[in-house]
C-alpha cells in the first residue's frame, strides 16, 4: 500500500505562506516573479500567524542547515528554511540557473554578490560587490545570470533563519573555490537537506 503523507513539516501558518508564492509564480517574467515574491516574503515574516517549524530553531554545530518546508507540484518551486549557526555560512556559489527570493527570518545575514569578470574552462574570475546586510524581515533575489553569491550569518552568539524560494527543487549548485587572485576553481556539490 503506498503511502500519500505529506513528507514535509507542519506549521502554523503554512497554506498562507503557500497561497502568497502560488500566487507569486503566476507570472511569466522572472523579475515581476521576483518582485511580487519579495514582497510576500517581508509580508510572512512580518505576520505572526506565520510561524516555521520548531526544528528551524535549532542549528547544525558543523554546517548551516537546509530543511525543505514545501514543494509544489503544480507550479515546481521549493521553499526551503536556513539556519545559519553563529559564523556559519557559504563558500561562493550558484543556483544551477534557477531563481531565488530569500528572506530573513530571523537574526542578520551578510550577503556578497559577486560579478563574473571572465571564464577560462572550469576556472572563473571574479569581483566581489559590497556586502549587503540584510536585517530581520528584508527580502532579495537573484535572477541569472547574477547569482554568484555567498552568504554568512556574522553574529558570534545568534541564530539567523532564512527562508529561501527556489524556481524549482535545488540538488546542486557549483561551488567556486579560491584559485590564485581573483580567480576560482568550478567545483559541482550536491545540495543535501537535513531532516525536519
Same mark, same amino acid.
Given at each position: 500500500?503506498?503511502?500519500? $503523507? #505529506? ?5 502554523h501558518?503554512?497554506d498562507?505562506l503557500?497561497?502568497?508564492?502560488d500566487?507569486?509564480?503566476q507570472?511569466?517574467?522572472?523579475h515581476?516573479?521576483a518582485a511580487?515574491l519579495r514582497h510576500? /516574503? $517581508? &509580508?510572512?515574516?512580518a505576520?505572526?500567524r506565520?510561524? /516555521?517549524?520548531?526544528c528551524?530553531h535549532?542549528?547544525i &554545530? #558543523?554546517h548551516y542547515?537546509r $530543511?525543505e518546508l514545501?514543494?509544489s507540484?503544480?507550479?515546481? =518551486?521549493s521553499?526551503v528554511?536556513?539556519s545559519? @549557526?553563529? @559564523? ?6 550558484d543556483h544551477?540557473?534557477l531563481?531565488c527570493?530569500e528572506?530573513?527570518w530571523l537574526? *542578520?545575514l &551578510?550577503i556578497? *554578490? =559577486? *560579478? /563574473? /569578470? ?7 574570475r571574479?569581483r566581489?560587490?559590497?556586502a ?5 524581515g528584508s527580502a @532579495?533575489s537573484l535572477?541569472?545570470p547574477h547569482?554568484?553569491?555567498t ?5 558570534a552568539d545568534?541564530l539567523?533563519?532564512?527562508v529561501?524560494?527556489? *524556481?524549482g ?7 567556486f573555490?579560491? #584559485?590564485? @587572485?581573483?580567480?576560482y576553481?568550478r567545483?559541482?556539490?550536491?545540495? &543535501?537537506? #537535513?531532516?525536519?
Open positions: 500500500m503506498q503511502d500519500f $503523507r #505529506d513528507p514535509f513539516p507542519p506549521f501558518g503554512r498562507r503557500i497561497a502568497a508564492v500566487h507569486a509564480v507570472h511569466d517574467d522572472a515581476q516573479i511580487t510576500a /516574503l $517581508r &509580508e510572512a515574516i505576520d505572526s506565520i510561524q /516555521l517549524p520548531a528551524v535549532h542549528p &554545530e #558543523d542547515a $530543511r514545501y514543494r507540484a503544480a507550479h515546481g =518551486y521553499i528554511a536556513m545559519w @549557526g553563529p @559564523g556559519q555560512g557559504t563558500p561562493l556559489h544551477s540557473g531563481w527570493v528572506g530573513v537574526g *542578520q &551578510e556578497t *554578490q =559577486y *560579478q /563574473l /569578470l571572465e571564464r577560462d574552462g572550469e576556472r572563473f571574479f566581489a560587490q559590497p549587503i546586510l540584510g536585517d530581520c @532579495g535572477i541569472p547569482e554568484y553569491h552568504i554568512r550569518n556574522t553574529s545568534d539567523a533563519i532564512s529561501h524560494v527556489y *524556481q527543487e535545488m540538488t546542486r549548485s557549483a561551488v573555490e579560491p #584559485d590564485g @587572485g581573483d580567480w576553481a567545483r559541482v556539490q550536491v545540495m &543535501e537537506t #537535513d531532516a525536519a
